[in-house]
């Protein structure tokens, strides 16, 4: 690549500036508020992407928020990249953990803060710089389109329909995405699994109204302590899920596949020192790196119900109220999981109490293999510039969508992630490393080469 490292150089001052353009947009898909704020980053991607070089650029609205399609075009014979991302992101609260403002980026210690920094909008951002790259160096060897889409943290409710409908407009021959972690900085990886995901939230209903702890307590059912008590009998005295049928589905990964999964580089006394706690936790007879990339989980996102206002007032709750996200495995059914959560959740509850679960969102896992065109561009990208082979690795988290990529546009997608694990995302103080972001910058070119080189 002619030339590359010092393009980057010359104009990284204003590769992040532009980044904190879209960074300062509180583009959050989940709250009402920030509607409007939608449409303006995605205005905004959209024009940018028409700086960078790409044809046309439109924003293309949903039933909920849009999303941004541009392509460039070179000649139908070559091969189609399709590079995917979000530029939504989660919430912020809460405000007062954060050491600086969420939507005003920093840079401290070499890393960016802000929402979005990492998840996804810079990782995002890496494509649009190494296409401008590209483009303007007349390097570009394949046709590239992008779909960059507003409702991934709400699990991109509209994207499937918007695929199916743009199947011929979205035609490709792999789908690109950085929306992942590396092992380390300097330990380049490529995912190769994701979990899937069921999200869902729970309210108990004791009394028709709150009541007086004193007059009532000891003689009704207080809706707080029932659902802490069902909550806690979800796992059992070895971590694993007591849900019926829940496990059904899951394939038990082979020994020697476990052995290779053990190989990567992985530091159990750098975790916990990183997390700040004594010991990990979790299914009995797997390790950390299994629990998180091969084992479903269960987890309680969020719980309220009564007084939580500072100050004492001495109530018996009517309502009670948690979030709870299941993360499952490839083969496992997102929808059937969620069906016997709701079944199992409604059978253990005491007649004191009625319960009520609503689906917020899910999708499946996704699995690929690594002995593709597609995986061996990446990894002789992240040789090019890393200067050692990227280690295959199945991560924790969920891209719905990604699943849904292959089931209706019949392509798999390749994912090259320079985030990391201490990046926080989805928390307070997300950031993330220049050094990632211009690295991922000086990667992707690599990729669109060797993938096209294979593909003739």
Request: proline letters at 5%.
């Amino acid at each position: 690549m002619k030339d590359l490292k010092n393009y980057i150089e010359s104009n990284k001052d204003r590769f992040l500036e532009e980044l904190f353009e879209l960074i300062r947009i509180p583009s959050i898909s989940s709250k009402e508020e920030h509607k409007d704020d939608m449409y303006k980053a995605a205005e905004w991607i959209k024009n940018k992407l028409t700086d960078d070089g790409a044809e046309n650029a439109e924003v293309i609205s949903t039933e909920g928020h849009p999303v941004v399609y541009a392509d460039k075009i070179l000649d139908p014979s070559l091969p189609t990249v399709l590079v995917y991302g979000h530029y939504d992101v989660q919430p912020v609260e809460p405000l007062e953990l954060w050491k600086s403002k969420p939507f005003e980026p920093e840079i401290r210690d070499g890393k960016i803060w802000a929402r979005g920094a990492d998840d996804d909008k810079g990782q995002m951002y890496m494509h649009f710089k190494a296409f401008e790259y590209l483009n303007s160096t007349n390097q570009l060897p394949c046709n590239v389109k992008f779909m960059i889409e507003g409702e991934e943290e709400i699990g991109s409710p509209n994207l499937g329909k918007f695929c199916q409908a743009n199947e011929d407009k979205l035609k490709c021959d792999v789908i690109l995405v950085s929306d992942t972690a590396m092992i380390a900085k300097d330990v380049p990886s490529i995912t190769t699994g994701l979990r899937g995901l069921s999200y869902v939230e729970v309210k108990l209903t004791g009394p028709n109204r709150d009541l007086h702890s004193g007059l009532f307590g000891g003689a009704v059912a207080n809706p707080i302590n029932i659902l802490c008590e069902m909550i806690s009998s979800l796992t059992d005295e070895n971590n694993k899920i007591t849900i019926d049928g829940f496990y059904d589905d899951v394939i038990e990964i082979p020994q020697n596949e476990r052995a290779e999964m053990a190989k990567a580089p992985f530091s159990l006394e750098n975790y916990k020192k990183a997390l700040d706690i004594e010991d990990v936790h979790g299914e009995k007879g797997f390790s950390t790196i299994e629990r998180t990339g091969i084992r479903p989980s269960l987890d309680v996102n969020g719980i309220w119900g009564g007084h939580t206002d500072k100050g004492a007032k001495t109530v018996l709750p009517s309502e009670a109220y948690a979030k709870i996200s299941m993360r499952l495995v490839p083969n496992q059914d997102s929808q059937k999981i969620t069906e016997l959560f709701e079944k199992h959740f409604t059978a253990i509850a005491p007649k004191s109490v009625k319960v009520e679960v609503d689906f917020l969102h899910g999708g499946e896992g996704y699995s690929a293999p690594s002995d593709t065109s597609e995986f061996q561009a990446a990894s002789k990208a992240f040789e090019d510039t890393f200067g050692k082979k990227a280690i295959p690795v199945k991560s924790g988290g969920s891209i719905p969508i990604i699943s849904l990529f292959e089931k209706v546009l019949g392509v798999k997608s390749i994912l090259m992630g320079f985030g990391l694990e201490s990046d926080a995302i989805h928390s307070p103080n997300e950031n993330y490393p220049v050094d990632n972001f211009l690295k991922g910058i000086e990667t992707i070119p690599y990729f669109y080469k060797h993938y096209s080189e294979m593909k003739k």
